[in-house]
T-cell receptor, first 114, second 112 residues
């Protein structure tokens, strides 16, 4: 089955700096890659996603890049703010004969210091 | 427009007991997936329901079972609880034809 590795496990940056989180996946058939942000005690919230027919997607300060050949994808957050502090999860998914099931990485705890 | 809701928010059980967790999907969604999130880990896929049938399943034992009702809401049942079942149980709703999954707030289960 699919395996997703996520690095780093913790990341501390100064407010205004950029943050990059990287994930690799094992199943070359995976074609959908969402990123979720989970604040302490809250539900995971989808912040951005990318499909395998796209190499890059941007939404304001957040961008995701996908390299299908290398089977890795990354989350980039620019101009970080204290409210960006949370745990970020990447996931990979493939639609086989059924609907998508998400395989998650272990998460990255991002701390943005004021 | 209501988002995904789950009940109860917290639950304490003892080993060997049984538990039922409930999920109501986002309005207009027809597919419910259940995930287990252990402390400090990413969510792990348990199973997925559509048209009142289990459509796919992750690596969880038969002690984990579920149900989907005609109104698309869903239940997760866990029998013969083990200490290791302590976790946050998340449900996610989606359209069967789509890939985006929206999560509920979760039920935090503690097994003593």
């Amino acid at each position: 089955g699919e395996n997703v590795e996520q690095h780093p496990s913790t990341l501390s940056v100064q407010e205004g700096d950029s943050a990059v989180i990287k994930c690799t996946y094992s199943d070359s058939a995976s074609n959908y890659f969402p990123w979720y942000k989970q604040e302490l005690g809250k539900r995971p919230q989808l912040i951005i996603d990318i499909r395998s027919n796209v190499g890059e997607k941007k939404d304001q300060r957040i961008a995701v890049t996908l390299n299908k050949t290398a089977k890795h994808f990354s989350l980039h957050i620019t101009e970080t703010q204290p409210e960006d502090s949370a745990v970020y999860f990447c996931a990979a998914s493939v639609r086989g004969g059924s609907n998508y099931k998400l395989t998650f990485g272990k998460g990255t705890l991002l701390t943005v210091n004021p | 427009d209501a988002g995904v809701t789950q009940s109860p928010t917290h639950l304490i059980k003892t080993r060997g007991q049984q538990v039922t967790l409930r999920c109501s999907p986002k309005s207009g969604h027809d597919t419910v997936s259940w995930y287990q999130q252990a402390l400090g880990q990413g969510p792990q896929f348990i199973f997925q329901y559509y048209e009142e049938e289990e459509r796919q399943r992750g690596n969880f034992p038969d002690r984990f079972s579920g149900h989907q009702f005609p109104n698309y809401s869903s239940e997760l049942n866990v029998n013969a609880l083990l200490l290791g079942d302590s976790a946050l149980y998340l449900c996610a709703s989606s359209l069967w034809t789509g890939e985006t999954q929206y999560f509920g707030p979760g039920t935090r289960l503690l097994v003593l």
